[in-house]
């Protein structure tokens, strides 16, 4: 299993930007399909976003999709999460996984039941005035 290491999170008033970004300790993210999730207080973790391996498909769900952006950087090694307009709805602890299944449809099967094979230790974002 891959070791990965998120960055990046912290504290943003309401409709400020951060954005994340995941990295594999000693490798390279680029045959992995990546996915973002995260875990409010008092909530279960949900599944918000991910970039497939080879087609570079992405998905988000409705919660973020127009607000987020993921985006894999090969030379950096790193699969990125830009989050903007961010509310105090988005505040939690993000996490990224990876795994090397691939294509839209597992993925989001993967996405939603959380199912990916590689995870990090999370990264707390939190969006208060």
């Known amino acids: 299993q891959l070791q990965l290491v998120e960055s990046g999170g912290g504290l943003v008033q309401p409709g400020g930007s951060l954005r994340l970004s995941c990295e594999a300790s000693?490798?390279?993210?680029?045959?992995?399909?990546v996915g973002w999730f995260r875990q409010a207080p008092g909530k279960e973790r949900e599944g918000i976003s991910f970039i497939s391996a080879g087609d570079e498909d992405t998905f988000y769900t409705a919660s973020v999709k127009g607000r987020f952006t993921i985006t894999r950087d090969n030379a950096r090694k790193t699969v990125s999460l830009q989050l903007n307009s961010l509310q105090p709805e988005d505040t939690g602890v993000y996490y990224c996984?990876?795994?090397?299944?691939?294509?839209?449809?597992?993925?989001?099967?993967?996405?939603?039941?959380?199912?990916?094979?590689?995870w990090g230790q999370g990264t707390q974002v939190t969006v208060s005035s």
């Open positions: 996984a990876a795994d090397l299944n691939r294509g839209r449809l597992l993925l989001h099967r993967l996405l939603m039941s959380g199912d990916f094979t590689s």
């Open positions: 000693g490798f390279s993210l680029r045959d992995y399909s």
